[in-house]
């Protein structure tokens, strides 16, 4: 009953802060919460192959770039495709996409999943550094079709005056959703059985559990919310291009994933919070600042070494992050029986 409550509880708070936030915070705090909302609904999918199932992969940039094309390419009309393609005209196919807002996430989310559903047979034939090699290569050749195929997706181009519909009633409630959805997976028959996977592969397997179904469950259910994030990034940048795309989008993802607890849901979410954030709100570190009656001069890039320098001071003594592999309602147990 304890536990209802608490649930309740915080699924109320963060609805009453969704719906007032916009109200109470000025312009630059909201798009910072709209970037946080994104990256909550990509790190929470992506810690759920990474951290809950145990397959080490790097894939989340190509599956965000082709939720951010697919919705970009459906929301603009035909006029202003002929206007921005350039190097060469869109095909038919290209020039007919269209659609509603809801209807390009969805489409979006599931043309991430399709293709995470191909890429499950070849991948998921290989462990360990062998898988993370093979998902990486992935992302790079995402990146490089979108460069060399400009009938598509206007080459290095990309695509601009995308509709602007990443309010944060949107990020914030689909970032919800997101949240809840993956916690009910992860208490889920699915989810032990993906925890088993993580533990021990062939003792999951020699248990009757069917790891290749397992795991390809989880690829795509990770792959459809990074889609559905893609989506929501190209409409809140309002452009789409090659080099967003990159290794370090999945490298600020695998940071958060580690600082929060592989495996931990809502350490997912304040590692979020702890990295995107926090790289923008320690932004004036890089600005003239007085110190002791002195003024020192701009030092651009001081914020990210400051922000590098707690990272590692939080993982030297939180080793397996901020919350383990549980979750907050598991701390909070744990506490309150030392307590007693």
């Known amino acids: ?8 509880a915080v699924l109320l708070i963060a609805v009453g802060f969704i ?9 630059y705090t909201m798009r910072i919460l709209n970037n946080i909302a994104i990256f909550t609904i990509l790190a929470v ?5 990474n951290g809950v199932t145990g397959q080490f992969s790097l894939e989340p940039n190509g599956f965000v770039a082709i939720g951010a094309y697919v919705t970009a390419l459906l929301l603009l009309n035909a006029d202003d495709k002929m206007y921005q393609f ?9 020039l007919w996409m269209n659609s509603g807002f809801i209807t390009a996430l969805i489409v979006s989310g599931l043309s991430a999943s399709a293709v995470a559903l191909m890429l499950a047979f070849p991948v998921f034939r290989v462990r360990g550094d062998y898988l993370a090699i093979v998902t990486l290569g992935f992302g790079f050749i995402i990146q490089i079709l979108a460069i060399n195929n400009p009938q598509i997706t206007n080459g290095s181009l990309g695509l601009n005056d995308i509709p602007e519909y990443a309010n944060f009633y949107w990020t914030g409630f689909a970032a919800l959703f997101t949240v809840i959805f993956i916690l009910n997976i992860v208490n889920s028959k699915y989810g032990r059985a993906m925890k088993a996977v993580r533990d021990d592969e062939d003792a999951a397997g020699a248990m009757g559990i069917n790891t290749f ?13 990074e889609g559905v994030g893609g989506g929501l990034l190209a409409v809140l940048l309002t452009t789409v291009s090659p ?10 993802l695998l940071i958060i994933i580690v600082l929060g607890g592989l495996g931990s849901t809502t350490g997912a979410v304040v590692g979020t919070i702890l990295v995107v954030g926090g790289s923008e709100w320690l932004r004036f570190l890089d600005e003239p600042m007085k110190l002791f009656g002195y003024e020192t001069p701009a030092m651009p890039g001081l914020r990210m070494v400051v922000f590098s320098v707690i990272l590692v001071l939080v993982i030297l003594f939180a080793r397996r992050g901020l919350f383990g592999n549980g979750e907050i309602g598991d701390i909070l147990k744990k506490i309150k029986s030392k307590k007693q």
């Open 243 to 252: 080099d967003q795309f990159t290794f370090f989008l999945t490298f600020q």
């Open 213 to 225: 179904k397992i795991k390809t469950t989880a690829f795509c259910t990770s792959a459809f919310f």
């Open 86 to 94: 350039v190097v060469e005209e869109p095909t038919a196919f290209i």
């Open 1 to 8: 009953m304890k536990k209802i409550i608490f649930n309740v």
């Open 19 to 27: 719906l007032l936030a916009p109200m109470i915070f000025a312009d």
């Open 45 to 49: 999918s992506y810690n759920l192959i």
